[in-house]
């Protein structure tokens, strides 16, 4: 069964630190475009980063940019979203999602996560 698991979610303090991982089961990262969404509660789900097959290209969305990072290992089949500087406006459910291919960002994900969630509160 072809799987993706997020995790590292939780709740933080405005301007602290989270990292999320993305772990795949079933099938190999290694062929396949990674990308990070979230939907925070009422608004529309959004994309915040990608990252290419090789990992040698990586894109964010302005709101996030220069506070997440996102990498990859595809030894442990796992894609992360490193998240700095978070702030409130951050608080959503974040999902990883898979696409076969080479570079991103894509239009289309065929495999998806359940989410994790992420509170950004005081």
């Known amino acids: 069964q072809l799987q993706l698991v997020e995790s590292g979610g939780g709740l933080v303090q405005p301007g602290g630190s989270l990292r999320l991982s993305c772990v795949a089961s079933g099938f190999s990262l290694d062929y396949h475009v990674i990308g990070w969404f979230r939907q925070a509660p009422g608004k529309e789900r959004e994309g915040v980063s990608c990252?290419?097959?090789?990992?040698?290209?990586?894109m964010y969305a302005d709101s996030v940019k220069g506070r997440f990072t996102i990498s990859r290992d595809n030894a442990k089949n796992t894609v992360y979203l490193q998240m700095n500087s978070l702030k409130a406006e951050d608080t959503a459910v974040y999902y990883c999602?898979?696409?076969?291919?080479?570079?991103?960002?894509?239009?289309?994900?065929?495999?998806w996560g359940q989410g994790t969630q992420v509170t950004v509160s005081s």
């Open positions: 990252i290419s097959r090789s990992g040698g290209t990586t």
């Open positions: 999602a898979a696409i076969y291919g080479t570079t991103c960002p894509k239009v289309r994900y065929d495999h």
